[in-house]
C-alpha cells in the first residue's frame, strides 16, 4: 500500500484549503484512513479518519465543525477539507491507512492502529 498525499500550501487564516491522499494497491473496502499532523516542536496528533465498511467519521475536537474528511472510493482517494484555517493549525499533515484490519473506536485516533503512512504534505496558516 502507498499513500500520496497533496494538497498542502500557504494559505491565510480563514482560508480553505482541500488536502487529497492517494492509495495504490487496496481498494476502501476495509480498515480506516486517518489524518495526522504534526507542528514544529510538537507531537504528531490525530485530526480525523474515515472507517469502513460503514464510512464512520472521526473527528479530533480541534478541528470539529470546520474540517471535513470524505472519500471517493472509485479513486482509492481520501479528502480532508480545512475551512475557517487558523494559524495552530500549521503543521505537516499525513495521512495513514490501517490496512485490512478495522481500528476499534478507541484506537482510532492512535497512530499505532495505522500500518501505512504517505510522505506528509505542508500547510501553513498565516495570522
Known amino acids: 500500500v502507498q499513500l500520496q498525499a497533496s494538497g498542502g500550501g500557504l494559505v491565510q487564516a480563514g482560508d480553505s484549503l482541500r488536502l487529497s491522499c492517494a492509495a495504490s494497491g487496496r481498494t476502501f473496502r476495509s480498515g480506516a484512513l486517518g489524518w495526522f499532523r504534526q507542528a514544529p516542536g510538537k507531537e504528531r496528533e490525530f485530526v480525523a479518519a474515515?472507517?469502513?465498511?460503514?464510512?464512520?467519521?472521526f473527528y479530533a475536537d480541534s478541528v470539529k465543525g470546520r474540517f471535513t474528511i470524505s472519500a471517493n472510493n472509485a479513486k482509492d482517494t481520501v479528502y480532508l477539507q480545512m475551512n475557517r484555517l487558523k494559524p495552530t493549525d500549521t503543521a505537516v499533515y499525513y495521512c495513514a491507512a490501517s490496512g485490512a484490519s478495522r481500528p476499534i473506536i478507541s484506537s482510532i485516533s492512535d497512530g499505532t492502529a495505522y500500518l501505512y503512512w504517505g510522505q506528509g504534505t505542508l500547510v501553513t496558516v498565516s495570522s
Open positions: 474515515i472507517r469502513w465498511p460503514g464510512s464512520n467519521l
